[in-house]
């Protein structure tokens, strides 16, 4: 046996596929309890609508009912939304997905995923994922009560802000000036900012960040916008109740015209 891997990536895409028989068998059985699966009022049901849903073992078929309301020119898959579903991906493929987002870029993610898994899928979906998932996960972050010093004074809050160019899908760079020798960029400038604070030094009199006190906050806006999403966090994170607030930054004129 001189090829183990080859022996191991064989065996493996031959489990998944007999998971994702014994997860087909399961999610499209008759007799399987789905909330909300009968017909509203204004709708039209299309039964056995097929869709392929993307698990962490692959490609899973479906057959469900659809709901149609032409008035509302709205439909629902009542299974899709039972099981989680978002564009065709089960948690566990969004949840690596967002993962694999957060830590690299997207192309890197999808070969990741591909060794890790054996997930064959495109950047581009990584991205769009992303997209589509980023806002409703800041709106859940925003309503998270602050991981440390939830009353009382706080001795020290640092509020730390820096920028830096991420490399750009081509119409993301449209009509933007950059420093290519023909005046077109390759990047866009990311903001990135984070709040914590500090209640002790170590042995040395150093100071020491509080553990898990650190909340991060992120966007392509304008510095002076940027700022202000940054005082917000510092402000949700009770910064009137700091004794002392310190502001870590470049010494650019715009952090420092509109600073916290």
Known sequence: M???EA???GLREAVFRDLCGVLGELLNDPALPVPEDQGRLGEKCHPDRPKEALTLFGPVPLERNYYYAAAQEQGRAPLDQALGLLAGYS?????MFCRAAAREPFEAGAADLKAFCGLEIEGRQIQRVAQQMGPAVR???EQLPPPVHTSGP??????????????????????????QPDGSAKTREVKLGCVFTQTTVDEEGLPQRDYQSTTYVAGFE???????RARQ???????????????LGDGAAVFRDHGV
């Open 2 to 4: 001189r090829n183990l």
């Open 222 to 228: 304008a510095a002076p916008d940027f700022m202000v």
């Open 233 to 247: 966090e510092a402000i949700r994170r009770r910064m009137a109740a700091a004794l002392l607030v310190v502001l």
């Open 139 to 141: 709106e859940v972050l």
């Open 91 to 95: 948690p566990g493929v969004l949840r």
């Open 7 to 9: 022996v191991e990536i």
């Open 154 to 179: 706080i001795p020290i809050m640092y509020i730390a802000v820096d920028g830096t160019g991420v490399p750009m899908v081509p119409e993301e760079l449209e009509g933007r000036a950059g420093k």
